[in-house]
């Protein structure tokens, strides 16, 4: 109970919550409305932040009456998809997604920076559902081996990265036909114009693509991403006999769960990228995994192994980022798929469509996912300070806030003013 108060006094006094959540707008007829707006939103915040498993569930929970001092009446679960489905995706996104992160820059979230002096960004795509047979206008299709029409939704995501906690910044969906790098130009345009402090991007090999390198320069960004051996063969050839006459940078240092010995060769001053109209750097990397003795838990040693070779490309310049923090760098894009993705889809059930009826219901939810995400995570490290190096794991503290709200009494509730 003590958690479910901490929790709505922090998003309440800190952020604000209720005042940014009466600005935003939906197209409803308002002499048939009978849920207030700002409601619904706080009860699929509350929701998701509660990591309820579906929009049923979350209507059971909204049963209660105690809840009411919060919603102000009941609201069931049809009503959470219709209002959904209602919201206005720009307002959603101007008056509560962005606020809420420029507060958290305001309250030094990322000081200096979430590397180093920089706030990093990494960028990815991602498939959060697919179904054989619920559907809707937007729906991308593909047929399996045996002949079956699957259907599922992609989006480019953006993650900061580096220090915890790592915060959404926004999403862009992949329409039906286009890839992956259209939906990032137009999330890219949107982040530059938005948040003018974001400092360098992180990219995997799919967005290895000129135009849109092309793009984060003409925002003056800098970019770090990873080009597989087989594509730009004319840069890695040149990068690679440059680096045949020069000496690599050697250094030993625990990633995960491993510990590895790399050799790295730094080379700057390249122009073989016809698309792109700067200079580049690249950076050649040889890992190998050291071997890691037996262990009470892992009763023979693990052998070691030498990983790919893996080249990264940037923008930026060895007085900007030498050459190991860039290779730390280009390692912390793993930040977004190995816990974001893994985090929204496996605890915070990104992976169900809470509500599929129309392509603007199913992304307003991500979006609302988005906010009770980042809430969440900036009170477990920034209020209670119980992150990583805490004694109570993220899943309890979810699992102590959907508790509270099964069976806390109308009068131990703080009241918010949501509307």
């Given at each position: ?91 959603l996104r101007a008056q509560l997604l962005v606020p809420l992160i420029r507060r958290m820059r305001r309250n030094k979230l990322w000081s200096p920076g979430s590397i180093g002096p920089f706030v990093m960004v ?131 240092a625990a990633w995960g769960h491993h510990r590895l010995r790399v050799h790295a060769w730094d080379e700057d001053g390249f122009t073989s990228w016809d698309s792109y109209p700067g200079t580049l750097r ?138």
């Amino acid at each position: 109970m003590k958690l479910l108060k901490q929790f709505l006094r922090y998003v309440s006094n800190t952020f604000l919550l209720p005042q940014h959540l009466r600005r935003v707008h939906a197209r409803r007829h308002p002499t048939r409305v009978q849920i207030p707006t700002d409601s619904a939103l706080l009860a699929w915040i509350l929701g998701f932040a509660a990591r309820v498993h579906s929009r049923e569930e979350l209507g059971r929970l909204l049963d209660r009456r105690s809840l009411h001092r919060l919603t102000r009446r009941h609201i069931s679960a049809d009503s959470l998809a219709r209002i959904a489905a209602q919201l206005d995706r720009d307002c959603l996104r101007a008056q509560l997604l962005v606020p809420l992160i420029r507060r958290m820059r305001r309250n030094k979230l990322w000081s200096p920076g979430s590397i180093g002096p920089f706030v990093m960004v990494a960028i990815d795509g991602t498939e959060p559902i697919r179904s054989d047979h619920r559907h809707c206008t937007h729906c991308a299709t593909r047929t399996r081996a045996d002949g079956q029409v699957e259907y599922y939704h992609r989006v480019v995501v953006a993650s900061t990265v580096g220090t915890h906690p790592r915060i959404l910044l926004d999403l862009e969906p992949v329409l039906p036909g286009e890839s992956e790098v259209a939906a990032a130009s137009r999330l890219l345009e949107r982040l530059a114009n938005t948040f003018p402090w974001l400092h360098v991007f992180l990219l995997d090999a799919g967005f290895a693509n000129g135009p849109f390198l092309a793009q984060i320069h003409r925002f003056g960004r800098g970019f770090i991403v990873r080009v597989k051996d087989h594509e730009r063969r004319h840069l890695l050839r040149d990068a690679q006999a440059l680096a045949a006459r020069s000496q690599a940078d050697r250094w030993e240092a625990a990633w995960g769960h491993h510990r590895l010995r790399v050799h790295a060769w730094d080379e700057d001053g390249f122009t073989s990228w016809d698309s792109y109209p700067g200079t580049l750097r690249v950076l050649i990397v040889d890992e190998e995994e050291l071997p890691e003795p037996a262990t009470r838990r892992r009763r023979m040693p693990s052998p070691g192994r030498l990983r790919p070779r893996a080249f990264y490309v940037t923008n930026l310049s060895p007085g900007q980022l030498p050459t190991r923090a860039l290779w730390e760098a280009a390692h912390h894009r793993w930040n977004l798929e190995n816990t974001g993705f893994h985090q929204l889809k496996h605890e915070f059930h990104w992976n169900h469509a809470f509500a599929h009826q129309s392509p603007g219901a199913l992304f307003n939810t991500w979006l609302l996912l988005a906010v009770a995400f980042n809430l969440f995570l900036t009170f477990v490290y920034r209020r209670l300070r119980a992150g990583r190096q805490g004694n109570k794991p993220l899943r309890w503290l979810a699992q102590e806030l959907y508790a509270a709200l099964r069976v806390a009494p109308a009068e131990q509730l703080p009241y918010l003013a949501a509307g």
